[in-house]
């Protein structure tokens, strides 16, 4: 039987509801996330301030889902690109500055968040990434209280508050905080090694060798936590 949804990812395709395109600079919005090219001109590439408006009106959006919530956590991890310790640094406080608590895991892979979300009381997830997308591109995955992307309908009260001059921040001392949690992919992978459906002593018996290509990623340090746990040999690309 296939593995439960929520521990593994998976990635649809969707159509953009939004997108600019800039000679070779492109800003795509979609159920996917927002994601597009480092610097340049605010709504045209993802620049700082693009991160601060997007992640306040994902603050927003997670208030009106949780109406009755005064202590609200999300939970954020970042891929391997260069930019992605700089806009974890403002995703963070933006959120923090709209009162929400952060769970931040610092380098992870998307399937981790996700799980992350169901499993550390958050209300939703950010995941900084671009996928598949060149180097000079990043992004923001939303996800929502069941570690799953955002329906169609809450991207689009996304990019219709992201586009907004109405939010409403905090005060001093209703400020959110924020917790470091480096172990999130170890309690990843004893979750998966945990499920009943994996036969471990079965894969462990069989003497596997494998190659795995983790474009100097996350999974650069996942992969190799998980294959060890099931005595498989492997060669990181």
Not at 83 to 103: C, E, L, P, R, Y
Request: proline share 5%; hydrophobic share 35%; glycine share 8%.
């Amino acid at each position: 039987p296939p593995p439960p949804p929520h521990f593994f990812s998976h990635h649809t395709r969707s159509t953009p509801i939004l997108s600019g395109l800039v000679g070779s600079e492109m800003c795509i919005r979609d159920r996917s996330g927002f994601r597009g090219t480092i610097g340049g001109n605010n709504l045209e590439n993802l620049t700082p301030t693009d991160i601060v408006t997007s992640i306040s009106a994902f603050s927003r959006l997670i208030k009106e889902n949780n109406p009755n919530s005064s202590n609200l956590t999300v939970m954020t991890g970042r891929d391997g690109r260069k930019s992605g310790k700089m806009i974890q640094s403002i995703v963070n406080s933006t959120f923090n500055s709209m009162g929400i608590n952060v769970i931040d895991a610092g380098l992870s892979t998307t399937p981790t968040i996700c799980w992350g979300v169901l499993n550390n009381d958050s209300v939703g997830g950010l995941m900084i990434t671009a996928s598949h997308n060149p180097e000079e591109y990043n992004g923001l995955k939303f996800f929502n209280s069941e570690g799953e992307f955002l329906s169609r309908e809450h991207v689009s009260k996304l990019i219709e508050y992201s586009e907004s001059k109405d939010h409403i921040f905090s005060s001093n001392e209703s400020l959110g905080s924020i917790t470091e949690y480096e172990r999130l992919i170890d309690d990843h992978v004893d979750a998966i090694l945990n499920l009943k459906i994996l036969p471990v002593k079965e894969i462990k018996d069989l003497n596997l060798s494998v190659s795995a290509d983790a474009i100097n990623s996350g999974g650069s340090i996942a992969i190799p936590k998980l294959l060890d746990r099931l005595n498989i040999k492997y060669n990181i690309i």
